[in-house]
């Protein structure tokens, strides 16, 4: 969905950055030694190391919607493109982070990334919608590494209903054109006072939309209170956003991330507190709730982790002679080890297959409609094993 390696991090209380929790996080609880040689380790992957056992919910077996969010290869990262195409039978979505909102503040949409390859989006997509995946443009208005103020530029694009409906005009232009089956808001850097406008906005292009038989969804803070002027999740009025919306994206994860000390990328107890409240102002069947496929790893006393896949997380354990470990009230993993170039204690907390099952159980348990991964590419494989244990993914 959208922390990538060079998002902009939030520096003071009250920025729009998404990555500081609305409440404390939990604190660590008990803790098993995790296998570190594979993502199941010896056997069944069930039972730690030290011979302690790591319980699960039980399999509950039900049908749900899987989103998946896709990005091209990165510096130091696998694009998505090869998961898409493999796991294409347990996806619904796939959202493709190829379009930002226009830097002139025109109402434009411009492609992201020097590296986009129009016919090569054009071929993927064909690819994907050929397995049976919908596929949804995703239209952003993240900086990461650009100059320009993108809260800014959007805010101007709201206030002013001839350029809003420019952008109206354009999302459809494009979902059109490139024949995708809708589209993804991924327009997180949103001022609190743009809330209304920004509502406005998402019925507007929701009229369009529906008009011509298309999807649209969009991907919103994990909250767990309604707080109009909270920095990063105030402009977000859920309760009148949801019935615009075919899908409601939640971003359940980064509770603690830049800007943050280390801790769970998404705690088990945070996660539910987000989804009680989400669910008693968006209907049930319309959210997915958020997964992390990305692992950060802090240096000790810094706020500004690396920003890595899984599988690096794993090669890291190996070749630091490291132990994850399993923190049962955040039903998270994590491990620490000592970087043998700059002599740093570092600690990396990371999602695998046993923290994802606990979460897939929540689809069951909340009655919701499925769950979201940011991103394809950078998750623990074995995810697909426990998403096809308890889901019939929805098509």
Known sequence: MSDLA?????????????????????????????????????????HVSTGVAIDTPPIIHRPAAVMGFYTDAEPGL??????????????TYVCPFWYRVGFAGD????????????????TATRQLQAKGVKVLG???????????????????ILTDE?????????????????????????????YP??????????????????????????????????????????????????????????????EHGYVTEAGPIASIGWVRRVLDYTVSVVPREKILL?????????????KYPRYMSYARAVATVREARAEIRWDNNAKSAYYTYRDAKSGVNREVW???????????????????????????????????TEVALRFTVTR
């Open 78 to 91: 696998p694009g998505s493109h090869a998961t898409a195409v493999h796991q294409a039978d347990l996806l």
């Open 350 to 384: 990371l999602e695998n297959r046993w923290s994802y099952a606990y979460k897939l159980h929540l689809v069951q348990e909340f009655g919701i409609g499925g769950v979201c991964l940011w991103r394809l590419g950078l998750e623990d494989p074995d995810l697909w």
């Open 107 to 122: 109402g434009s949409i411009d492609p992201y990334g020097p590296g986009y390859d129009e016919n090569a989006a054009r």
């Open 193 to 254: 006072g743009d809330r209304e406008v920004f509502t406005a906005f998402v019925a507007g292009l929701a009229r369009e939309m529906r008009l011509r038989g298309l999807l649209i969804t969009a991907d919103v803070p994990g909250k767990t209170r309604d707080d109009p002027k909270n920095g990063w999740s105030g402009g977000f009025d859920l309760a009148a956003l949801a019935p615009h919306l075919d899908v409601v994206a939640v971003m359940t994860y980064d």
């Open 162 to 190: 001839a350029k809003r409906a420019a952008l109206i005009e354009s999302i459809v232009s494009l979902v059109e054109d490139m024949g995708f089956d809708g589209i993804n808001l991924d327009t997180e850097f949103l």
């Open 290 to 302: 958020g997964l992390a496929g990305h692992v950060f790893d802090w240096a000790e006393g810094s």
């Open 138 to 156: 995703l239209v952003h208005n993240m900086r990461l590494g650009a100059k320009e103020d993108t809260r800014e530029i959007f805010h101007v």
């Open 6 to 46: 060079q998002a902009q991090p939030s520096t003071a209380e009250g920025d729009p950055g998404r990555q500081t929790a609305e409440e404390p996080p939990d604190n660590h609880g008990s803790t098993a030694a995790v296998p570190s040689g594979d993502s199941n380790g010896a056997g069944d992957g069930r």
